[in-house]
């Protein structure tokens, strides 16, 4: 038991030092205007180089991943009856999809499925 706790005690104390190390090596220490403005061949940039990000595409996209693991999650539910109690595996996929179905009911009862308004 010592030794597993002197063994920790070496393991994290490595670890604070290769981070220390790290944070120490990783900082620049001269700040610029010329680093930090976007390039564009040598000259100022002429409008922002930030494109305007649609808020509307981003909702739908974490939609889309978030029923997308979902459907992952539902296609083994086809084989597991075989293997398990009927009445617990019905109970559990009768909850799993109201959740489902509640979650996408929320989401177009907000307007957030309306790719244009």
Known sequence: MQILGMMSIIIMTISFIVMMLTNFLSKKNIEDREKSSPFECGFDPISSSRLPFSLRF???AIIFL???VEIALILPMTIIPF????????I???LFLFI???GLYHEWNQGS?????
């Open 66 to 68: 978030i029923f997308d």
């Open 83 to 90: 293997s398990s109690n009927m009445l617990i595996w019905t």
């Open 113 to 117: 499925l309306e790719w244009a308004s």
């Open 58 to 60: 981003f909702l739908i």
């Open 100 to 102: 489902l179905t509640t």
């Open 92 to 94: 559990t996929s009768i």
